[in-house]
T-cell receptor, first 114, second 113 residues
Framework: GENVEQHPSTLSVQEGDSAVIKCTYS??????FPWYKQELGKGPQLIID?????GEKKDQRIAVTLNKTAKHFSLHITETQPEDSAVYFC?????????????FGAGTRLAVHP | NAGVTQTPKFQVLKTGQSMTLQCAQD?????MSWYRQDPGMGLRLIHY???????DQGEVPNGYNVSRSTTEDFPLRLLSAAPSQTSVYFC????????????FGPGTRLTVT
């Protein structure tokens, strides 16, 4: 079945720097790759997603890139702010894995220091 | 809209006890899911439902039961709690399949002693 690996597990940056989180997946048939942000004590919330027919997507300070050949996708946050501090999860939707399945990475704890 | 609501927020059980975690959504979403979140392991799918009366297993279904009698509610039952079920449980709903945005509830922190 699908397996998603996420790196790094923790990331510490200075305010204004960029942050990059990388994920790899194993099932070449996966077709949807969302990124969720989880703030302390809350449930995850979608921040950006990308489908397998697109290579890159941007939304203000965040962007996601997808390399289907290498089976990896990355989250890029530019001009980081203290409110970006949270745990970020990548996920993959395995096309043949069941209609509502998402396989999540282990998470990256991002700390943005003022 | 309240979105996805979960009760209780916290629960402590003794080994062997049973309980039901409640989940409700008011967005008229057909799809609902239960996940557990453990340190270093991300979120793992326990069970999901694609509509009233239809449920299916996720990655880690053992020890849990679900049912879906209405569109709004999707309770998760622990039949005989074990310490390995100590976790944070999240319910989620989405309008269409797993390749669409999932809306998560605030979670239930369960401790089994």
């Amino acid at each position: 079945g699908e397996n998603v690996e996420q790196h790094p597990s923790t990331l510490s940056v200075q305010e204004g720097d960029s942050a990059v989180i990388k994920c790899t997946y194993s099932d070449s048939a996966s077709n949807y790759f969302p990124w969720y942000k989880q703030e302390l004590g809350k449930g995850p919330q979608l921040i950006i997603d990308i489908r397998s027919n697109v290579g890159e997507k941007k939304d203000q300070r965040i962007a996601v890139t997808l390399n289907k050949t290498a089976k990896h996708f990355s989250l890029h946050i530019t001009e980081t702010q203290p409110e970006d501090s949270a745990v970020y999860f990548c996920a993959a939707h395995p096309f043949s894995g069941g209609y509502n399945k998402l396989i999540f990475g282990a998470g990256t704890r991002l700390a943005v220091h003022p | 809209n309240a979105g996805v609501t979960q009760t209780p927020k916290f629960q402590v059980l003794k080994t062997g006890q049973s309980m039901t975690l409640q989940c409700a959504q008011d967005m008229n979403h057909e799809y609902m899911s239960w996940y557990r979140q453990d340190p270093g392991m991300g979120l793992r799918l326990i069970h999901y439902s694609v509509g009233a009366g239809i449920t299916d297993q996720g990655e880690v279904p053992n020890g849990y039961n679900v049912s879906r009698s209405t569109t709004e509610d999707f309770p998760l039952r622990l039949l005989s709690a074990a310490p390995s079920q100590t976790s944070v449980y999240f319910c989620a709903s989405n309008l269409q399949g797993g390749d669409y945005e999932q809306y998560f509830g605030p979670g239930t922190r369960l401790t089994v002693t």
